[in-house]
């Protein structure tokens, strides 16, 4: 048996529940933007590059961003990441204490624009260039990202990821 459902069917009136008056207190709560729908204490973003060929001034070079972390190859570190390859930032920890993960990653995307031609080539040199997001939070909500940050991030070809971290509210 096949069952079509129209909106006349389905209407909220007809279910007995009124869109709007169970979406007003969401509304009113998160409303005010100085009261985001979510629980975060820290949040920021970071344009990682790395290379084992191309030294960090060369990428701040072609890139022409002054980065925010520099580390050279250090063939006798004991850590492999540092023995392994060069490693350049530019951070967004110091630059904002918003705790909306978008306008973070907006910061390093304005940063990039106009610079289509930088990424490319620094792909092209075989560097590895990413998003990485902290993110650190007392309750339910998550980073979250919508479709004309996702275009950015597409059109510049970089991936985002997040390091989650909930804090222990019983403790």
């Not at 008056?21 to 009261?35: E, F, I, M, Q, V």
């Not at 040199?125 to 996702?150: A, E, H, R």
């Not at 950015?152 to 990821?161: A, D, M, T, Y």
């Given at each position: 048996?096949?069952?079509?459902?129209?909106?006349?069917?389905?209407?909220?009136?007809?279910?007995?529940?009124?869109?709007?008056?169970?979406r007003?207190?969401y509304?009113?709560?998160?409303?005010?933007?100085?009261?985001?729908?979510?629980?975060?204490?820290?949040?920021?973003?970071?344009?990682?590059?790395?290379?084992?060929?191309m030294?960090?001034?060369?990428?701040?070079?072609?890139?022409?961003?002054?980065?925010?972390?520099?580390?050279?190859?250090?063939?006798?570190?004991?850590?492999?990441?540092?023995?392994?390859?060069?490693?350049?930032?530019?951070?967004?920890?110091?630059?904002?204490?918003?705790?909306?993960n978008?306008?973070?990653?907006?910061?390093i995307?304005?940063?990039?624009?106009?610079k289509?031609?930088?990424?490319?080539?620094?792909?092209?040199?075989?560097c590895?260039?990413?998003?990485?997001?902290?993110?650190?939070?007392?309750?339910?909500?998550?980073?979250?990202?919508?479709?004309?940050?996702?275009?950015?991030?597409?059109?510049?070809?970089?991936?985002?990821?997040?390091d989650?971290?909930?804090?222990?509210?019983?403790?």
């Amino acid at each position: 048996m096949c069952l079509k459902l129209t909106s006349q069917l389905c209407s909220p009136s007809k279910l007995g529940w009124d869109a709007q008056t169970a979406r007003a207190p969401y509304l009113k709560r998160y409303a005010d933007k100085s009261n985001p729908p979510m629980a975060c204490n820290l949040t920021y973003s970071t344009l990682r590059i790395s290379s084992v060929e191309m030294s960090p001034d060369k990428i701040t070079e072609v890139i022409g961003i002054s980065p925010t972390l520099i580390r050279r190859i250090e063939p006798d570190s004991k850590y492999r990441h540092r023995r392994e390859f060069n490693y350049w930032a530019f951070s967004t920890k110091e630059l904002s204490n918003s705790t909306d993960n978008k306008e973070h990653i907006d910061i390093i995307l304005n940063k990039l624009y106009g610079k289509q031609e930088q990424m490319d080539s620094l792909v092209k040199l075989k560097c590895s260039v990413d998003i990485f997001c902290f993110w650190n939070s007392t309750g339910q909500g998550g980073p979250s990202m919508d479709v004309n940050l996702m275009r950015k991030l597409v059109q510049f070809g970089l991936n985002i990821s997040w390091d989650i971290y909930f804090d222990d509210e019983s403790a």
